[in-house]
């Protein structure tokens, strides 16, 4: 069965600090793997995906098929940045389902 | 381009009552969802529609009907309402012909149950 682990319910950071969320996956085939971010109260929203390799406010994700990771990463961390974070997994096998993680509430403390 | 778009917004619903929940996209979009947020459990898929006609069960259907009434248009209802469905409700839309399982997200409906 496909899975997406966020080991973390809960990350807080300082202001500058570096950041990262990580995400793991079980799927053996070829995944299609999703950063979304939710601002307080507000609707879901992309952050990244896997393919095109983009980093998107200072955020990036590689992934890592040996690992079977995908972790999210920023080098400095600002208070815009808290939210919460979902890793989302879709695979040729879920029809057009994404598999989400359980999230990661990201606090970036002043 | 209004993307996704859910109506209520909030909602309060006394137990046994029932509600419609309404949801369109006009992106054209084959496939359309309906997902439950709770604290500490993510995103819960209820039930999904992979195109036009065809509605089918996810993670979480008990307690829910959906109709896809359209392409554009997919409802979810409430028949007899419980406190254990206090919740935000989302609704998504995808086109993986598009070759990506990219899920675009309407703004959410919170709904309490007294």
């Known amino acids: 069965a496909q899975r997406v682990t966020q080991p973390e319910k809960l990350l807080s950071v300082f202001k500058g600090a570096p950041v990262e969320l990580k995400c793991n996956y079980s799927y053996s085939g070829s995944p299609e793997l999703f950063w979304y971010v939710q601002y307080s109260r507000q609707r879901l929203q992309l952050l990244l995906r896997?393919?095109s390799r983009e980093s998107i406010k200072g955020f990036t994700a590689d992934l890592n098929k040996g690992e079977t990771s995908f972790h999210l990463k920023k080098p400095f961390a600002q208070e815009e940045d808290s939210a919460m974070y979902y890793c989302?997994?879709?695979?040729?096998?879920?029809?057009?389902?994404?598999?989400f993680g359980e999230g990661t509430q990201l606090t970036v403390n002043p | 381009n209004a993307g996704v778009t859910q109506t209520p917004k909030f909602q309060v619903l006394k137990t046994g009552q029932s509600m419609t929940l309404q949801c369109a996209q006009d992106m054209n979009h084959n496939s359309m969802y309906w997902y439950r947020q709770d604290p500490g459990m993510g995103l819960r898929l209820i039930y999904y529609?992979?195109?036009?006609?065809?509605?089918d069960k996810g993670e979480v259907p008990n307690g829910y009907n959906v109709s896809r009434l359209n392409k554009r248009e997919f409802s979810l209802r409430l028949e007899s309402a419980a406190p254990s469905q206090t919740s935000v409700y989302f609704c998504?839309?995808?086109?993986?012909?598009?070759?990506?399982?990219?899920?675009?997200f309407g703004p959410g409906t919170r709904l309490t149950v007294t």
């Open positions: 896997h393919i």
């Open positions: 529609s992979a195109s036009e006609g065809t509605t």
């Open positions: 998504a839309s995808s086109e993986v012909a598009l070759s990506s399982y990219e899920q675009y």
């Open positions: 989302a997994l879709g695979t040729e096998t879920s029809g057009s389902r994404l598999t």
